[in-house]
Nanobody, 120 residues
């Protein structure tokens, strides 16, 4: 199995910055795509940003130019740098990772979520 532990959420003022961190652990042979999603009550979970193992990225239009996703393959960790945050960025942010385990099974794992609140 794969465990994803997120950290870095909290309260931030509009225009401020925040960095989310997601560390993967478990019987991981290889991590593939990793990403961040977010969800607000009453709405579906949506993609924020995604990064493949080679480093290519894609972003939701709403965060392009403000958020940056990166990963440290040696640490099995993915980051989301959030700059110029807006109140509409308020949500629970979830980490997601696709991995191949040592037994050959492929899994799609989710973290428990971390709350980001953008408010003055």
């Amino acid at each position: 199995q794969v465990q994803l532990v997120e950290s870095g959420g909290g309260l931030v003022q509009p225009g401020g910055s925040l960095r989310l961190v997601c560390a993967a652990s478990g019987r991981i042979f290889s991590l593939h795509d990793m990403g961040w999603y977010r969800q607000v009550p009453g709405k579906e979970r949506e993609l924020v940003a995604r990064i493949i193992s080679g480093g290519s990225t894609n972003y939701a239009d709403s965060v392009k130019g403000r958020f940056t996703i990166s990963r440290d393959n040696a640490k099995n960790t993915v980051y989301l740098q959030m700059n110029s945050v807006k109140p509409e960025d308020t949500a629970v942010y979830y980490c997601n990772a696709a991995a191949t385990l040592f037994d050959g099974n492929r899994v799609d794992a989710w973290g428990q979520g971390t709350l980001v609140t953008v408010s003055s």
